[in-house]
């Protein structure tokens, strides 16, 4: 069975400092995992995939996410936070059978 | 090449009444899924319709159907509304040869008085 934790419903970062978004994942298969971005009453947006080859996989806005088998976590990072980046951002997994799997998500605020 | 277009945008339902949504999916993407996303609930997942039939279902009582036709695209039902069904409904579509990214309509916003 696939799972997706995210840890921390509410992070808040300065303006200019590092965003770290947590995810952990469970699948009894290889996964194919996922970040995406939500801003207020639209849909989710895709910031970021990784499928197979490089675990460290570099997506929209500056964001990017490394893949860590052993750790069975898929972290998003943002060097340098901007206040554009104020957003729910989720985490998913697809497993066997192509279904997807949401995390709870996180809120980024970004502090001026 | 056009997204996933979800209609109406905005729907204002009475209490026991029954909603229609629809999803229209990106050309050539035969998995429609549907998430229910309640305000602090996140993503809660409803219904997964792949080539016409329904593959998986969430946690939710059988009042809320759906269906998908032969052009793929998707309709679900919601039937005996209740308040607490307010809520922005999302529809988003992927390829099932691979596995590969979801995508998402701008969701349906469904308002129960």
């Known amino acids: 069975a696939q799972s997706v934790t995210q840890l921390g419903s509410h992070v808040s970062v300065s303006e200019g400092a590092l965003v770290l978004l947590r995810c952990n994942y469970s699948s009894s298969v290889p996964p194919y995992l996922f970040w995406y971005v939500q801003y207020p009453n639209q849909g989710l947006q895709l910031l970021l995939k990784y499928t197979t080859g490089a675990t460290l996989v570099k997506g929209i806005n500056g964001f990017e996410a490394e893949f860590k088998k052993s750790e069975t976590s898929f972290h998003l990072t943002k060097p340098s936070a901007h206040m554009s980046d104020a957003a729910e951002y989720f985490c998913a997994v697809s497993g066997a059978g192509n279904q997807f799997y949401f995390g709870t998500g996180t809120s980024l605020t970004v502090i001026p | 090449e056009a997204g996933v277009t979800q209609s109406p945008t905005h729907l204002i339902k009475t209490r026991g009444q029954q909603a229609t949504l629809r999803c229209s999916p990106i050309?050539?993407?035969?998995?429609v899924y549907w998430y229910q996303q309640a305000l602090g609930l996140g993503l809660q997942f409803l219904l997964w319709?792949?080539?016409?039939?329904?593959?998986n279902r969430g946690n939710f009582p059988p009042r809320f159907s759906g269906r998908q036709f032969p052009n793929y695209s998707s309709e679900l039902n919601v039937n005996a509304l209740e308040l607490e069904d307010s809520a922005l409904y999302l529809c988003a579509s992927s390829l099932v040869q691979g596995r590969t990214e979801a995508f998402f309509g701008q969701g349906t916003r469904l308002t129960v008085v």
């Open positions: 319709y792949d080539e016409g039939e329904e593959r």
């Open positions: 050309s050539g993407h035969t998995s």
